[in-house]
Nanobody
Framework: QVQLLESGGGLVQPGGSLRLSCAAS????????MGWYRQAPGKERELVAI???????NYADPVKGRFTIFRDNAKNTAYLQMNSLKPEDTAVYYC?????????WGQGTQVTVSA
């Protein structure tokens, strides 16, 4: 079993920054992908960014150039650095881990961008 614990959400003004963290515990295999998804009210959950074990990354077009995903493999932790935040980034952000044994989700952390 795998548990994902997210932290770092909150309220920020437009143009501000936040860093989300996702700590994985349990049975973690050496080969896994970690990512961040988000779901805004009335919308479907969407991919924000994903990082492979070797460091290769992919970003959704709306966040390219503003968000950075990185990971500390020794700590089984993934991060999402969010800069130049916009009101449309407001959503619940979910951490995801995908490995041989299955796909796992965190409980979500609220990010609100508002003046």
């Amino acid at each position: 079993q795998v548990q994902l614990l997210e932290s770092g959400g909150g309220l920020v003004q437009p143009g501000g920054s936040l860093r989300l963290s996702c700590a994985a515990s349990g049975i973690i295999f050496n080969d896994n992908d970690m990512g961040w998804y988000r779901q805004a009210p009335g919308k479907e959950r969407e991919l924000v960014a994903i990082i492979r074990l070797g460091g290769r990354t992919n970003y959704a077009d709306p966040v390219k150039g503003r968000f950075t995903i990185f990971r500390d493999n020794a700590k089984n932790t993934a991060y999402l650095q969010m800069n130049s935040l916009k009101p449309e980034d407001t959503a619940v952000y979910y951490c995801n881990l995908n490995q041989f044994s299955g796909e796992y989700w965190g409980q979500g952390t609220q990010v609100t961008v508002s003046a």
